[in-house]
C-alpha cells in the first residue's frame, strides 16, 4: 500500500508542474502567436498578406516568446543541474 | 576451447557484454527517435533527415550532461547488486556476467520486433524485463525485486500515458482556444517553431535519461569483472561510447516507429505538435526529479494521443493505440522469457561458449528482422506518406500487389 501512496503523491506532483508548464507554457505562445496577429497592419494597396503586427502585439508577442524560451532554459538547467538542485 | 582463446573467460564475456549493451544503446536510440521528433516531422515543421540530425546531437549533448551514477537503474528490479550499486560478491565474475548479457539480448530482440511492427515500446521496460527473466533463470523467484517491479514498472506505465494524454488534451484545448482568429497558415508557421523547441528538450532530456541506463549497465559489467571499483563513478570511455551509440541509434531514425507516431495515431497540426512535446518535456523532465521517472516512450505516445482528443473533430486511430497497448503490456513478459531463455542457454553451455552461442544468435536475429522489415521499407521518403490503415506507406503496397499479381 505504502507503493500506492508514494506514487500517488509523486503523481500529482507531476500532473500540475505538467499542467503548469507542459499546458501554460503552450498557452503563452499561443498567446503570443495571438498577439502577433491582432491589429495587424495592412499597408496601402496591400492585402492581408502583405500585413505586418502592430506595435503593441509585437511587443506583447516578444514578450510572451521572450518568457518561453527562459522556460526552455530552465528546463535545461534542471537537465543538467537538476539533481544538485532539487536532489536525487 | 577456452585455451585456444587469446584472453580468459571473464574477459571475453565483458567484452562480449559491452558490445551487446552498446548494440541496445543504439536500438534505443533508433526506437525513441519518434518519441521527439515524431510530430515535428509529421507537420513537417523539420525535413526529416534533419529532424533525426538535430535529435542525434542533442542526444549526444544529453548523454554527456548526465551527471547521475546510474548503477542504481538494474537494482531497482533484479537482486544482483548490493545496497551501493555493487555486485553481490557470490554472484562476482562470470555468473553477473551471464545475467546482464542474456537480459540485454532479451532487450535488443524485444527492441527489434517492436520496431519491426512499427510499434513505440519502452526500452527501460524491456531492458528490465529482459534482466528480470535472467534473474528469474538464474536466482530463482528470489531474484527479482517485486516491490520495486511495482513501484518503476508498473505504476509508471498505467500513470504515464493518462498524465500526459490529460496535460497535452488540456494545452492542446486552451492553444485552438487563444488562436482560433489567427490564419491557419499564419499561424501553423508560428507553431513550427514551437515544435522544435519543445521537441529538442525531450531530445535532450532522453539523451540524459537513456544514454544512463546503458552507462550503468557496463560499469556494473565492469565491477564485476574486477576492472573497476567505483560505484560512484562512471570511466570516460564508458560515457563516451554509450553517448555516440544512442546518437548514431537515434540518428539513424526508427522510421517505422516515426510513421506510426506522426501519422498513424492522430493526423497532427503544428499546435498539438507543439502541446505535445511541451507536454512530454513538462513531464519527463518533473517526474525523474519527483522520484517518479516515467518512460519517456509512453509520456511521449500519452500526449500525442492527448493533443488527438484535445482538438476538435481530430481523428484518434484507436485500433492504432491499442495495438500498442498491447505491445506494452506484453513489453516485459515477453523481454524476459527471451532473456530467460538466453541465460538457460548461455548457463546449459557455459562460459565462453554459450554465451558465444547467444551472441550469434542474437546476431542472426537482428540480420532476420532487418531483412523482414526491407519488405515494407520506411524511410525518411516515405515516412510522411498518407496513413491508410497500415504502417507500410500506401504506395509501396501498391508496387509490391502489382509484382505479385
Known amino acids: ?88 | 576451447m577456452e585455451n585456444y582463446l587469446p584472453v580468459t573467460e571473464p574477459l571475453f564475456i565483458l567484452a562480449i557484454v559491452v558490445v551487446t549493451a552498446l548494440a541496445f544503446d543504439f536500438t534505443n536510440g533508433f526506437h525513441d527517435t519518434a518519441n521527439a521528433m515524431a510530430t515535428s516531422i509529421a507537420t513537417g515543421a523539420l525535413r526529416p533527415k534533419i529532424a533525426v540530425a538535430l535529435s542525434a546531437v542533442l542526444n549526444l549533448v544529453g548523454a554527456f550532461l548526465s551527471i547521475e551514477v546510474a548503477l542504481t537503474v538494474s537494482n531497482k528490479v533484479v537482486a544482483i547488486q548490493g545496497e551501493n550499486g555493487a555486485p553481490v560478491p557470490e554472484l562476482m565474475g562470470t555468473p553477473i556476467l551471464t545475467i546482464v548479457f542474456a537480459g540485454l539480448v532479451g532487450g535488443i530482440l524485444w527492441n527489434l520486433a517492436t520496431w519491426l511492427l512499427g510499434l513505440p515500446s519502452s526500452s527501460s521496460h524491456a531492458l528490465f524485463g529482459g534482466l528480470i527473466g535472467a534473474a528469474i533463470a538464474s536466482l530463482g523467484l528470489g531474484g527479482v525485486k517485486w516491490d520495486g517491479v511495482a513501484s518503476s514498472v508498473i505504476i509508471p506505465a498505467v500513470a504515464a500515458p493518462v498524465v500526459a494524454g490529460l496535460v497535452a488534451a488540456v494545452g492542446t484545448k486552451v492553444i485552438y482556444a487563444l488562436v482560433a482568429k489567427v490564419p491557419e497558415e499564419r499561424r501553423d508557421r508560428s507553431f513550427r517553431w514551437g515544435q522544435i523547441g519543445s521537441a529538442s528538450l525531450v531530445s535532450l532530456a532522453h539523451g540524459t535519461n537513456d544514454a544512463q541506463k546503458t552507462m550503468g549497465v557496463i560499469t556494473l559489467a565492469l565491477i564485476a569483472y574486477g576492472s573497476w571499483t567505483n560505484v560512484e563513478a562512471i570511466p570516460f570511455w564508458v560515457k563516451a561510447a554509450c553517448a555516440l551509440a544512442i546518437a548514431s541509434g537515434t540518428y539513424t531514425g526508427g522510421w517505422r516507429v516515426i510513421r506510426t507516431l506522426g501519422k498513424g495515431l492522430v493526423e497532427i497540426h503544428s499546435p498539438q505538435g507543439m502541446a505535445a512535446e511541451a507536454s512530454s518535456a513538462a513531464i519527463i523532465l518533473s517526474s525523474s526529479h519527483l522520484g517518479m521517472a516515467l518512460s519517456t516512450t509512453h509520456v511521449a505516445t500519452g500526449s500525442i494521443l492527448g493533443t488527438g482528443l484535445g482538438k476538435k473533430g481530430a481523428e484518434v486511430r484507436w485500433a492504432v493505440a491499442g495495438r500498442m497497448a498491447v505491445a506494452w503490456v506484453i513489453t516485459l513478459p515477453a523481454a524476459a522469457v527471451v532473456g530467460a531463455l538466453c541465460w538457460a542457454l548461455a548457463n546449459a553451455l557455459g562460459g565462453t561458449l554459450g554465451v558465444s552461442v547467444v551472441f550469434l544468435i542474437l546476431l542472426v536475429s537482428a540480420g532476420a528482422i532487418f531483412r523482414h522489415s526491407r519488405k515494407t521499407a520506411v524511410t525518411a521518403n516515405n515516412v510522411n506518406h498518407e496513413w491508410q490503415g497500415g504502417l507500410a506507406p500506401a504506395a509501396d503496397v501498391a508496387a509490391r500487389q502489382t509484382v505479385n499479381a
Not at chain 1, 508542474?17 to 507542459?22: P, T
Not at chain 1, 518561453?68 to 536525487?88: H, P, T
Open chain 1, 1 to 88: 500500500m505504502d507503493i500506492v501512496t508514494k506514487a500517488l503523491d509523486a503523481l500529482w506532483q507531476v500532473a500540475l508542474a505538467g499542467v503548469l508548464l507542459g499546458a501554460g507554457l503552450p498557452a503563452l505562445f499561443a498567446l503570443g502567436v495571438r498577439s502577433l496577429n491582432t491589429n495587424r497592419v495592412v499597408a496601402v494597396g496591400g492585402g492581408d498578406a502583405t500585413s505586418v503586427p502592430s506595435a503593441a502585439g509585437r511587443a506583447g508577442a516578444v514578450l510572451c516568446f521572450t518568457v518561453c524560451a527562459l522556460a526552455v532554459l530552465f528546463g535545461i538547467v534542471v537537465i543538467v543541474f537538476g539533481k544538485q538542485l532539487f536532489g536525487g
